[in-house]
């Protein structure tokens, strides 16, 4: 896949729509070059065409075709927080495909036998006819992504205890904490953090240098940071005197 193919691919999980112009503005090509693209990456069904711009298309959530957004270095991070949280009895699963990473990770392992609650279809059906029992939340379908959210799911949530939730985030500051752009998703993650005995967060360090929309855990609520040896050093010692264990890959 072609690099340019592989950033459009990107912002898309972090804003759910991109215009055309956008899109050529950051990859520094004209537009008829990303309308270009947007056909070759709709034809593989990772992106949808719409009115000035484009959005993610739904079967690109899809585990099938998941593989296409899911690199060495997410698996690599995704490996590090499984020896970390390891052994579990119960797990909360997220939403995002850096979790999505760390679920596939799960699934080839056959001890101990975990009990997996999630939100996220695509985690769920990384760990079908494995020997880990899932159970999914009910909610309302996300439009950008294969996640449920609403009063239904945190509903369900709340009559539930994990060791431990293992979340993703879509931008985070070492100050203020971790967030997501989707407030629906913000509650559900707030309200999975109060049955969790632990918080852990696999996250890429680019993230901490995107402006956040919906904080939903302070630092101080984070146990567990698994990221890699990108991250400023500043903000890991920041995120150390808060409380929060920090591996880096």
């Known amino acids: 896949m ?39 990456l709709a034809e593989r069904h990772l992106v949808m065409a719409v009115k000035n711009g484009m959005i993610p298309h739904p079967a690109g959530y899809e585990p099938e075709n998941s593989a296409l957004l899911l690199n060495p270095e997410k698996f690599a991070l995704a490996e590090a927080l ?65 996640d449920l959210k609403g009063d239904m799911a945190n509903s369900n949530i709340r009559d539930c205890h994990v060791d431990c939730l293992i979340s993703g985030c879509d931008a985070a500051s070492a100050d203020f904490g ?32 995107r402006r956040g929309k919906v904080c939903f855990a302070a630092p101080d609520e984070v146990d567990l940071l698994v990221t890699d040896k990108q991250i400023d050093s500043g903000a890991a010692r920041l995120l150390s005197n808060a409380g929060v264990r920090v591996i880096t890959v």
């Open 82 to 146: 499984y020896n970390a949280v390891m052994p579990a009895k119960t797990l909360f699963l997220s939403s995002g495909f850096t979790v999505l990473a760390f679920a596939k990770i799960l699934s080839t392992r056959t001890s101990p036998r975990v009990t997996v609650i999630t939100n996220s279809l695509a985690a769920a059906a990384a760990l079908f006819r494995t020997r880990h029992r899932v159970l999914l939340l009910g909610g309302e379908l996300r439009q950008e992504s294969m």
């Open 2 to 40: 072609h690099t340019r193919h592989k950033k459009i691919l990107e912002q898309l999980q972090r804003t759910g729509f991109i215009s055309f112009s956008d899109a050529a503005a950051f990859a520094g090509v004209t537009e008829m070059t990303i309308r270009r693209d947007v056909r070759l």
């Open 178 to 209: 971790f967030y997501t752009t989707d407030p629906e998703l913000s509650r559900l993650e707030r309200t999975s953090i109060a049955i969790a005995d632990k918080v852990a967060i696999i996250t890429e360090s680019s993230k901490f240098k």
